[in-house]
């Protein structure tokens, strides 16, 4: 069955460092873009950007540049978002999602999210 | 600060029909801007719907139909369902980015 597999929610301190993961199953992991979607408590979809897993290319959101890292590793068919240090604004349900093949800007599947929880 | 509109809520009957837009603040939406929809249900990830203005996927119900209208990025429900209550989000690109819209409300009553 073709899905992207998240890990499994999180609760951190602010300031300390965080690395989610995305995995794809069922199709060709470097062939298709993955974007990250944030939605923060009971608010709308936010596109933070996407890394393209064949070549590590990505692209940011200029409201998500710096603040967050997207990497890769294909040996395992898996995307990651990092932060190095965590704020409490950063407490949100973390989406990962596919890009149709050949075509980055048109997603078409999704997973099924990671709720990061920063608290002191 | 580029702002997507859509209206934040609108209620239809069952079986009717509605149609959801999707509004760039820098002007009038065109096939450039690869509209996509996406429907999320209280709970659970988002699904999608279209891509590039009008295209289906595979599971996309018949009745969910994407378009341009007056200068904006469309969804049309026809012949509404119960299940077809959820927030209803579009997405549009723009030179390198995306930017999600603040989503419509959709109650089926």
């Known amino acids: 069955e073709v899905q992207l597999v998240q890990s499994g929610a999180e609760v951190k301190k602010p300031g300390e460092s965080l690395k989610i993961s995305c995995q794809g199953f069922?199709?060709?992991?470097?062939?298709?873009?993955i974007g990250w979607v944030r939605q923060m408590p009971g608010k709308g979809l936010e596109w933070m950007g996407i890394?393209?897993?064949?070549?590590?290319?990505?692209i940011y959101s200029p409201s998500f540049q710096g603040q967050v890292t997207f990497s890769a590793d294909n040996s395992i068919s898996t995307a990651y978002l990092h932060w190095i240090s965590l704020k409490a604004s950063d407490t949100a349900m973390y989406y990962c999602?596919?890009?149709?093949?050949?075509?980055?800007?048109?997603?078409?599947?999704w997973g099924r999210g990671t709720l990061v929880t920063v608290s002191s | 600060q580029t702002v997507v509109t859509q209206e934040p809520s609108l209620t239809v009957s069952p079986g009717g029909t509605v149609t959801l837009t999707c509004a760039s603040s820098?002007?009038?939406?065109?096939?450039?801007?690869?509209p996509s929809w996406f429907q999320q249900k209280p709970g659970q990830a988002p699904r999608a719907l279209i891509y590039?203005?009008?295209n289906k996927h595979s599971w996309t119900p018949a009745r969910f139909s994407g378009s341009l209208l007056g200068g904006k990025a469309a969804l049309t429900l026809s012949g509404v369902q119960p299940e077809d209550e959820a927030e209803y989000y579009c997405?549009?690109?723009?030179?390198?980015?995306?930017?999600f819209g603040g989503g419509t409300k959709l109650t089926v009553l």
């Open positions: 890394i393209y897993p064949g070549d590590s290319d990505t």
């Open positions: 997405l549009l690109y723009y030179g390198g980015a995306q930017v």
């Open positions: 069922g199709y060709s992991f470097t062939s298709h873009w």
């Open positions: 820098t002007g009038a939406v065109t096939g450039g801007y690869y």
């Open positions: 999602a596919r890009s149709l093949t050949g075509d980055r800007w048109s997603i078409d599947l």
């Open positions: 590039s203005t009008s």
